[in-house]
């Protein structure tokens, strides 16, 4: 068990940039979370994976954010023409499915700015 | 949008004293469940207890779980320095697979 892996760890970019984060979730994990953090407030659900298929979509991610998990292993999340606004910490997270198999493995995150 | 909200949002303690968080939701829920996240990294997993339970230990953690008032409160008993951190709480709503989270009690512990 190597863990949920997030890369970049950080990223600095300018507005009206588009960037990619990757995520790697547990191998066996079916179930594959994005989440959005802001300082002093809690994870912010995005999206969810069952496997290959996104299952949920949050009515509050706009057009501009799109996320993909080919092959239902390793996921990206994509963001295109950043805004201020979307400086945060993104928290990949991943489960097996199933009654007892609730628990969520995080990874550390991708720190973004936008300048 | 958030589902839980935890109280109080900040909480600084003497170490060995007991610390005492609570979480209220708003829909029905399979589960509920209590992670810790220290400063700028990501969350950890400490306890879920089901939607059929009332009080759940794990260690120095307690959980209880009371569904008529939709709510729940995570005690941390004989707190450390190493328990500073923030913890939220996550539901799984009925129905649904999405797990969604509160905002956060952030507990300081001073030694």
């Known amino acids: 068990d190597t863990g949920v892996s997030q890369n970049p760890r950080h990223k600095i970019t300018k507005r009206g940039q588009n960037v990619t984060f990757r995520c790697d979730p547990i191998?066996?994990?079916?179930?594959l979370y994005w989440y959005r953090q802001t300082l002093g407030q809690g994870p912010e659900f995005l999206t969810y994976f069952q496997n290959e298929a996104q299952l949920e979509k949050s009515r509050l991610l706009s057009d501009r954010f799109s996320a993909e998990r080919p092959k239902g292993s390793f996921s990206t999340l994509e963001i295109q023409r950043t805004e201020q606004g979307d400086s945060a910490m993104y928290l990949c997270a991943s489960s097996l499915d199933g009654r007892g198999h609730e628990k969520l493995f995080f990874g550390s995150g991708t720190q973004l700015s936008v300048l | 949008s958030q589902q839980g909200e935890e109280d109080p949002q900040a909480l600084s303690i003497q170490e060995g004293e007991n610390a005492t968080m609570n979480c209220s939701y708003k829909t029905s829920i399979n589960n509920l469940q209590w992670y810790r996240q220290n400063s700028g990294r990501g969350l950890v997993h400490l306890i879920l207890i089901r939607s059929n339970e009332r009080e759940k230990h794990s260690g120095r953690l307690r959980v209880t779980l009371d569904t008529s008032k939709k709510s729940s409160s995570l005690l941390i008993t004989a707190s450390r320095a190493a328990d500073t951190a923030s913890y939220f709480c996550?539901?799984?709503?009925?129905?649904?697979?999405?797990?969604?989270f509160g905002i956060g009690t952030k507990l300081q512990v001073i030694p």
């Open positions: 996550a539901t799984e709503p009925g129905g649904y697979q999405k797990v969604t």
């Open positions: 191998s066996e994990h079916n179930r």
